[in-house]
């Protein structure tokens, strides 16, 4: 599917990673970077929220602990301006220069985490949407599946090892339950688009699981390697 708004422009298009808390997002959206750069595509890595100067603080203050008591819209508000910023200063740009961008996250997980997972309505999260980013969607959205059970166990040993879940922490200290919701949520939009999701089982070893990507995903892109 290309974005509403026309997120692919010459040769670039826009590629984003999914999933619950633990998945392995990040490892594998910078393993496809490293993969697609090592094949002449000029790829650009980024993330949501903190993929700018502003969207750094941003991430701050949605991620810290101590501030459990944020309610749904304030969490969505600043995940969207987080977004907004993002496809001003990073996103298009690159877009126009011809790169494939890859990124940690985009508007999916505010459906997946505010929507299914808060329970706000959907007609709120599309007004946010059209407002703050023209309904703008990647070409591809690779959703890394994984059982909450496990990735909550991934994501609290990650955070008690890189000493983050004083700082980090804030979606790893929900219930078991907002994270099956969330799961439940992403593997809907992926049925409802199964044309710009490519749903990958995350709970194998690193590289398998990018080799499955890549086996996936390379097709579509066109390349080799």
């Given amino acids: 599917m290309v974005a509403c708004d026309g997120l692919a422009r010459r040769s670039g298009f826009l590629i984003s990673f999914e999933g619950i808390e633990g998945c392995g997002k990040s490892t594998q959206a910078k393993l496809l970077a490293k993969r697609l750069e090592k094949v002449g595509r000029s ?3 980024t993330r949501e929220p903190g993929g700018t100067q502003i969207g750094r603080e941003v991430r701050r203050v949605l991620l810290h602990p101590a501030h459990s008591r944020m309610v749904p819209e304030v969490e969505l508000a600043l995940y969207f301006a987080d977004r907004a910023q993002h496809l001003h200063e990073v996103i298009r740009p690159a877009l126009d220069e011809g790169r ?32 703050m980013t023209g309904r703008a969607r990647p070409r591809y959205t690779v959703l890394l599946d994984l059982k909450p059970e496990d990735g909550l166990r991934r994501a609290r040993s990650r955070n008690e090892r890189t000493r983050r879940s004083h700082t980090q922490g804030r979606f790893e200290l929900e219930r078991l339950e907002f994270h099956r919701r969330v799961r439940k ?23 398998q699981v990018h080799e499955e990507i890549w086996k996936r995903l390379s097709p579509r892109l066109k390349v080799r390697g």
């Fill in 43 to 45: 790829c650009l890595l």
């Fill in 100 to 131: 494939i961008v890859i990124t940690d996250r985009f508007t999916d997980s505010s459906i997946a985490y505010q929507g299914f997972g808060r329970g706000l309505s959907r007609r709120m999260i599309r007004s946010f949407d059209q407002l």
């Fill in 185 to 207: 949520g992403y593997l809907r939009m992926a049925r409802q688009e199964n044309r710009r999701y490519i749903v990958v089982p995350a709970m194998g070893e690193r590289l």
